[in-house]
Structure formats: structure tokens, C-alpha cells
């Protein structure tokens, strides 16, 4: 299983990226990392981490650490092989693009 070490927070415990998950002292806390501009709490966490552009659970991720979260999230995947699999995926990115664009 790939490690990826990410930062210590302020009180020494590591952060890292550990197969599939971002852990904090090996423990587990997110599989995805969201946006701040999309979280529901983004005030409070701008105010906390103005710098912050993306959450890992309950993690503020500055630019350079989302992307070094999202690289490893991403070799950590299995690749999509399956025709079915690969045609839902490409079903659900269009249809949730043309909800954006306000086409129902």
C-alpha cells in the first residue's frame, strides 16, 4: 500500500495519504477531498485557514497539499476496465453537468 506524506498538523501527528484513505496518525478521516467554495461550513473555515482551498474530513488543505492529496487518492484507485462501468460514469458526468446548465 502507497504512503504519501502530506504535513504534520500543529501538534505533531502526521497526515498522509494511505492507499484509498487520508489518515492522521495512521486513523482514517476522509476518501475525498471537497472544495472549500462547496462546503457548507466554508465561512468558518476561511476564518480558521484563509489560504485553505480544500477539505480532506475535518483537514483545511492549502493548494499545494490538495494536490499532492489528489494525486495520491488517484494512483490509490483501481482504473475503470469495465465497458459498463466506464459508460455509467460517462452517463452520470453528463447528466449532472446538464443539471448545472439548468436542463432537466
Sequence with gaps: MQVTFIRNTSDGRAIEVIGPYVCVD???????????????????????????THMAGPIALLPS???????????????????GQISKRLSDAWMTRSRNNGIE
Aim: negative net charge.
Design 65 to 83: 497539499e490538495a494536490s499532492a492529496v489528489r494525486g495520491a487518492l488517484a494512483q490509490a484507485r483501481e482504473p475503470l476496465t469495465d465497458p
Design 26 to 52: 495512521r486513523d482514517p478521516v476522509a476518501d475525498e477531498v471537497v472544495e472549500v467554495l462547496t462546503h457548507p461550513n466554508r465561512e468558518a473555515i476561511l476564518a480558521a485557514v484563509p489560504n485553505a
